[in-house]
């Protein structure tokens, strides 16, 4: 059974098809890219995906069940989390509070224990903390739990979005251009943050990124969109020679380093 699966998804507005009969699937461990020139639908994908949209036909299913339409916190609750093109920290909150932010749906919540502040509520959340700290550890980012979220370097910030997605203890992460801003040694860095995250949590990821080189060396495969519909599908290798991706968004072969 496919971790995710979406199975002839179509979305319109106003009479312009943003997504036409979309299909895809991804397995629990895999790290798929998604692509396309602006305006191709691939953030709308994430939005159908969270529940933002519901798709004017077709069905998504996560671990079989469907979340077409559902409230966005069920289909987080679900095991689906994402970060987005443009920054959404708490910037006067420390690094470590906004991490527990996204792992609020995991705090005991029993009103007698919250009341009393119980041993129990007391150990609880003491672990949830320390769970915390431990996703900050695998970002880069404990040393500076205590300092607030505005005092991060850009490059920072946008590791400290992906932690706060993992504190909802996803089982598929949607990054929405993780690496824009960054400046080359980031995304370096970046890079190798997500394979480890993606080894030690076995995540399934789906990564919507500009920068070729990189989703070239990351991704074991991509899928290609160009005004709301699939126009490849396959490895790196493949897709870097595809002649309709060149004609509609690379232009010219992407170099695939190993």
Known sequence: M???????????????????????????????????????????????????????RGEIRMQGQSIAGLPTFRINRSGIARTFQGIRLFPNMSVLDNVVVGANQHIARAPVAM???????????????AQCMATLTLLGLA??????????????????EIARALATRPKLLLLDEPAAGMNPQEKVELMEQIRLIREKLQLGI????????????????ITVLDHGETIAVGKPEQIQIDERVIKAYLGEPVAHDS
């Open 2 to 56: 496919a971790l995710l699966e979406l199975t002839d998804c179509s979305l319109t507005f106003g009479g312009l098809k943003a997504v036409s009969a979309f299909s895809f699937t991804l397995d629990a461990g895999q790290l798929v890219g998604l692509i396309g020139p602006n305006g191709a639908g691939k953030t709308t994908v994430f939005n159908l995906i969270t529940g933002v949209y519901r798709p004017d």
């Open 115 to 129: 009341l009393f502040r119980t041993a129990a509520f007391a150990r609880h959340n003491a672990e949830l903390h």
């Open 143 to 160: 040393a500076r739990a205590h300092e607030a979220a505005g005092t991060l370097s850009y490059g920072e910030q946008r590791r400290l």
């Open 206 to 221: 789906l990564i919507i990124e500009h920068d070729m080189k990189l989703i070239m060396k990351m991704c074991e495969r």
